[in-house]
Each structure stands twice: as C-alpha cells, then as structure tokens.
C-alpha cells in the first residue's frame, strides 16, 4: 500500500478543507506536545514502563487526531466547544473578521458562550460573552412578544384593527386601511413591496419620525394584493412598536427594557445604543475596504424610531436567556416558576402565517417542505424538524438566532463586520448541521465562493458604469435646466444644484444623502455619495419638459449588490422649485 501523508489522508478520507488543515493539526500537536513534554519533564530514567506511557501518549495521540478531525468535518453529531472554538479561529484567518460571539444553550443549559477578536480594530477590545452587539432585526421578536404581553393582559388582540390603537394610520387603500390589523403588522404582508420606505432611516442621521412613518404608507405604490404575498418590511414593526407605546402607556425600549429584558436578567441589553450607560465593552461596527477591516460610525437614532424594527444591543449572555426562555415555553427563572408570555402566544408567534416558499416534494441538503414568517420569527423544516430563526443586519453588525424546538436547542451568533465572510450565517448552520446529523459541508469554503461571487458580479456592473461615465461628455446639456427643488410624498424635498461645473444631489431629511452627480447617458446621472459605510451610490434618472426643463426624478441603485433598504426604486421625485 502506498504510504499516505497525514494531511492527504485527512483531505481524501475525513473531507477536511486543505485550507483549515493546519490550523487543526496545529491544535492536536499542540495538545500532544504537551503530553510527552509532561512525561520528557520526569527526571528518572526512561524505564520500559516509561517508554512503554511514552508510546501509549503517542498512539492516543494519533487515535485523538483522526477522532477530532473526523467530527469536526463531518458533522456527523453536535461540535463540542472546543470544535467550535477552532470553527471560529479557521473563520477569521480567512475572511476580514474583527469580532465574533457564539453562543449554544441545549436541554436547558446554556453549554458554549464565548467572544472572540476584538470590539473595535481600533482600541483592540477584547469580545467575551458579556460583549454587547447591535442585534438589528432579532429585535423583531421581542417587538411580537412585547404585543403577547399586552394581549396576556387583555389590552390587546392580535386581530385588533391598528386604526383602533392609531387612528391616523392610513395605507395606500381604504380597505387594506379599515382591515390592517396587528399581526398584519408583523407578517410582511401589506402589499408593499421589499424595504418600502426603508430610505426614510437608511443611511442613518434623517429627522423622520414615527408621525413621518404613518403618514408615509399612503402615498407608496403596492407590489401586490394585500395578505398575498411576502416581502419584507421595517417600517410596520415602528408601526407595531407604537402600538406598544400607545396601548402600554410607555415607549417601546421603556416596555422592552422593563417588562422583558430586566425580569430575563438581561441586564446589560438595551433596547437602543443611545439608552446604553456602559459602553466600555461594546462592539463597534466594521466594513471592508480593498480586504482591510474599517472601523465604522455606529448606527444611531436620536429619537429611538427604529428600535421596534432593529434597535436592541444585546450579548450572547443576555441571549442566551432569550432563547431559553422560549424553548421551555415562556417559562424562566428557578425551576421555571416565572411565565412570560402563555404557550398559547409563543405558538402564535411561531406559526406560519405569510408563505415564503412551499415544495410537496423535499428538496434540498435539508430535505424541506416549506418556509413561512411568523410574528418576528422565520419558520421552517430542516430535516424532519421545525427551525425557527431570524437575522439580523445593520452597518458593520450581522447576527443570527435559531432554535429547533424539538431538540431544545438554541443558537445565537453575533458579528460586527459586514460581510466578515459571513460568519454569523456559517458558524451558526455549521452548529446547527452537527444536531440535525447533515452530511458535513465546508461553510467558510461555501461563504468564500458565494461573496466571491457576488463581488464579481457586483463589481462587474459598476466597473462598466464608471467606465461609461470616465467617457461620456455632458457639454451637450444645459446643466442648469436639471437645477432645482424636487419632492417625493413620503421621503420629502431633496435639491440638485450647480457647484463649479458640477451637479450636487443634497436630501434636506436625510443629510447624509449627499454626493456628486456624474453623467451617464441621456438625462441619466450616477450620484456617488460622500457616505461610504455602505455601497448605495445611486441613477438619478431626469424626465425633461417640452422646453428641457428637469420635472421630474425617478431613481434606483446602481449596484446589483445593494442593500434592500436603500429603496431608491420608490421615490418619485417632482420639481416644486426652480
């Protein structure tokens, strides 16, 4: 038989990546080291019975080596700690990751909780448990469970009209007004189409307000017939989250803090980055530039608008109490005496109510049926078992929580670099795939290749525009007549003027909508933003009168790769100024 290096009998027979090897290897020679360095250290004789330990520790080494990588890869049963530690480590010496915190909590035991990197690429805090993250869209959930607690005390009911609790609210029809009512709110159904609005809080820095939030659904154009299809939405769950307020007698971070985040002991959470007293030990949001990490302004609103939609910073510790919380069924606390909410409306919450996706026939690595939203929560089966989860993304922040009921069990994974190759997703379904017994798969290869991928596309299409606009000419137009004040319904008054040859796009709401405008091609500008946290450089797209006078603006991002929430597709901007 031929004779076979280690590392190629680890590649061809236990499917480890060539890449995470020797970080592994690294690991166990490590712990074998230190093994016979232990037995080296003695100061008698090597003995036969010495020599004879000595050969044993190399034999349990060896035996311990192919035993760790054999688990660690094909995720044939859960990761240990330990796994998941070296899972972690082989994640951020691939991709540009500042800090990660992973946490496991299993048959009512919190099991793994751990940091790693650091809170800022800066200052080079340290991440441990107790590090608190921007948990964006997992506040969702405590939004839907907010509402159960008002529905526990009678104050509410989930087929309550919101225009019972909000008497201005108004959506673009009168039906879908008098019908709207609170699960509506939290189930991505109202028609609209994805992150309509959206640009309302994204970049961060505008004065909208909740009353702008209200007044905004009428005057956006549906994508679809009410309660038919999903797309997701942030601006109903400000909605949900004054619903809160207006039934409880207190904002929705007071509500959240008080009547959910205290009795849990998630005392170092709060329900936005403002209401934090103590921010030694909190993680600062990340980008990535050229593959260097950049440390990023952290995401903020003065007046805690968003919160109800993404606003919580919470630990792994802290979530950790979340998610046991929820898998022994509202109940925590010793012995579980305490109940927060009812089993009934945790099955509420974890019900489909909006289809995503349905198959009759299983499809895919997990074998699924379907995938639905509930009320904060996504809902899906993965290999025989319902899986409930969400994500979460701001600025520099990506998070991921999941639990599957039947096997009580609860993942929590909190990033604070974008993309940061993906690891909230990887780590956690890496987790996850070792509980459910799924063919081993090589999640940072999979993360590696998608982004990649996505990068490519991404810049292949802003590469040509930008070397479309380095040739066209603009001497051609009269400048000027494209000058003035236009204004959208919802998004308000935004101004393109003239400034030493050059055309300026200003929003007087969002005041980080700022930049150049670059011409492209017939009455088409490219307007590169002087905010670079995010790529959401813009067309502004110019209808002329019969004189050549600009009326009127319609706009949609020039990236295919950017984010949902810079709905630029939604304005339609007309001039009420010269």
């Not at 879908?176 to 609170?182: E, G, P, S």
């Not at 209401?275 to 003065?302: M, Q, S």
């Not at 600009?550 to 949609?556: D, E, G």
Request: charged share 20%; hydrophobic share 40%.
């Amino acid at each position: 038989m031929k004779k076979m290096k280690l590392r190629d009998f680890a590649i061809n027979n236990l499917h480890i990546s060539p890449v995470l090897f020797p970080f592994f290897f690294v690991k166990i020679f490590d712990h074998s080291a230190a093994m016979l360095k232990n037995l080296a250290s003695t100061k008698e004789k090597i003995t036969m019975p010495n020599l004879h330990s000595l050969l044993i520790a190399k034999s349990l080494t060896i035996s311990f080596l192919i035993t760790f990588l054999a688990i660690t890869f094909t995720n044939a049963q859960p990761l240990s700690s330990l796994q998941i530690d070296s899972l972690v480590q082989a994640s951020m010496e691939r991709m540009p990751l500042a800090g990660i915190a992973v946490a496991v909590v299993k048959d009512g035991k919190v099991i793994h909780s751990k940091g790693y990197g650091v809170s800022s690429s800066e200052s080079r805090g340290k991440v441990d448990k107790n590090t608190l993250f921007a948990i964006a869209s997992n506040s969702k959930a405590f939004t839907s469970a907010s509402l159960a607690l008002l529905i526990e005390e009678g104050k509410l009911s989930w087929q309550d009209k919101v225009v019972d609790h909000i008497p201005e609210f108004k959506m673009y029809d009168p039906y879908v007004t008098a019908n709207f009512n609170i699960q509506d709110l939290l189930t991505h159904r109202s028609g609209l189409g994805l992150g309509a609005g959206d640009l309302m809080f994204f970049p961060d820095g505008s004065d909208f307000t909740v009353k702008d939030v209200l007044n905004s659904f009428q005057y956006q154009e549906p994508v679809s017939a009410f309660r038919t299809k999903y797309d997701y939405d942030n601006l109903l769950y400000i909605v949900a989250g004054e619903v809160v307020a207006r039934v409880s007698g207190m904002s929705w971070v007071d509500f959240v803090e008080t009547r959910i985040m205290k009795p849990l002991g998630m005392y170092r959470s709060a329900g936005v980055f403002q209401r934090l007293t103590d921010k030694t030990n909190v993680a600062l949001p990340h980008g990535v530039v050229d593959g260097k990490l950049v440390e990023l302004e952290t995401y903020t609103k003065a007046d805690e608008t968003l919160g109800a939609a993404g606003g919580i910073y919470a630990s792994v510790n802290d979530l950790s109490k979340w998610l046991l919380m929820h898998l022994n069924g509202g109940k925590y606390g010793d012995e579980l005496k305490n109940q927060l909410f009812s089993a009934q409306n945790q099955n509420e919450m974890w019900k489909p109510h909006t289809n995503i996706g349905f198959s009759v026939q299983p499809a895919g690595r997990y074998q699924s049926h379907f995938m639905s939203y509930g009320l904060g929560w996504v809902v899906r089966d993965r290999s025989g078992h319902i899986v409930v989860s969400h994500t979460g993304g701001l600025p520099g922040m990506l998070s991921r929580t999941i639990m599957i009921p039947e096997l009580n069990l609860g993942i929590v994974v909190l990033t604070n670099t974008a993309p940061g190759g993906d690891s909230y997703y990887t780590i956690a379904q890496a987790i996850m795939d070792g509980y459910l017994g799924v063919e081993g798969r090589d999640w940072i290869d999979w993360a590696s290749k998608n982004l990649a991928e996505s990068q490519s596309m991404g810049d292949s299409v802003t590469t040509a525009v930008w070397k479309t606009i380095d040739s066209a000419s603009s001497e051609h137009l009269n400048l000027k007549s494209f000058t003035g004040v236009f204004e959208d319904a919802w998004f308000g008054k935004v101004e393109i003027s003239l400034k030493e040859g050059q055309l300026w796009f200003r929003s007087y709401r969002s005041p980080k909508l700022i930049g150049k405008m670059h011409y492209y091609k017939a009455n088409t500008f490219a307007i590169k933003w002087n905010y670079r946290d995010m790529e959401c450089d813009a067309f502004a797209i110019f209808n002329l009168d019969m004189e050549g006078k600009a009326i009127n603006i319609k706009m949609k991002g020039i990236s295919p790769n950017i984010d949902f929430s810079y709905d630029f597709q939604d304005l339609d901007l007309n001039r009420v100024e010269d």
